[in-house]
């Protein structure tokens, strides 16, 4: 196992770690390791397909709230009630599932339609009759 494994299996704190000793030792190589974890997706999350995600294809959103709900930010994350608790958890783990699955269709979608519509221009394109003569080009005076 490599080191960007072994410090992949650490976490984020461990590379913010190395990254802020890196700048404390040696500016260069502390800029270097950030441009690194931002080109690599590893520290930040990254805009892709219209919606920002994780690199492991996980929303930022999804992120934020498994955050929030494993360090007991906001609100206590116990209402006192073991049933209640794993009742609220499933259900948000299923409405989580359902947006993914929506978000997917919708994606679908709107690739299917611009399908469409790059199909109609290409047979538009092709059933259009040939121009005899170009137009004439500008004269640079």
């Known amino acids: 196992m490599g080191l960007i494994e072994k410090i992949d299996d650490l976490g984020k704190p461990a590379w913010i770690a190395l990254m802020v ?42 992120e934020f709230r498994g955050w929030k709900r494993r360090s007991g930010w906001g609100r206590s994350s116990s209402s006192g009630n073991v049933a209640f608790d794993e009742y609220r958890e499933e ?12 978000r997917d269709f919708l994606d679908k979608l709107r690739a299917a339609k611009d399908r469409a519509e790059f199909d109609q221009f290409m047979a538009e394109r092709r059933n259009r ?5 170009p137009p004439p080009a500008p004269s640079a005076a």
């Open 21 to 62: 000793l890196s700048f404390i030792l040696f500016w260069p190589v502390g800029l270097a390791l950030l441009i690194y974890l931002k080109g690599s997706g590893r520290m930040f999350c990254s805009k892709r397909y219209g919606h920002w995600n994780m690199p492991d294809g996980r929303s930022c959103r999804e």
């Open 91 to 102: 259900t948000i783990n299923r409405l989580d599932q359902e947006q993914r699955e929506f």
């Open 129 to 133: 009759p040939a121009a005899s003569e």
